[in-house]
């Protein structure tokens, strides 16, 4: 049985890196402004969106190397 290491999100911060994955895939990592415009564009919240970044961040699902956001990969 495979082991979760990844501390679990909560179900709107799940919907924030689904919406997040592709664009980050497609553009080979993201800026937090251009991850957060990708998120309000999707509906998000502009608040809800910063804190989703934290969270997302904080918990290991995504990084950030020379202030460009990239998906971890499982």
Do not use: C, W
Request: proline share 4%.
């Amino acid at each position: 049985m495979p082991r979760n290491d990844r501390t679990q999100l909560s179900a709107a911060a799940t919907d924030a890196l689904e919406t997040l994955d592709e664009p980050i895939d497609r553009a080979e990592g993201l800026s937090r402004e251009e991850a957060a415009t990708v998120l309000t564009d999707d509906g998000f919240d502009a608040v809800d969106a910063d804190v989703f970044l934290d969270e997302l961040l904080s918990k290991g699902y995504l990084y950030a190397v020379n202030d460009e956001l990239h998906v971890t990969p499982t």
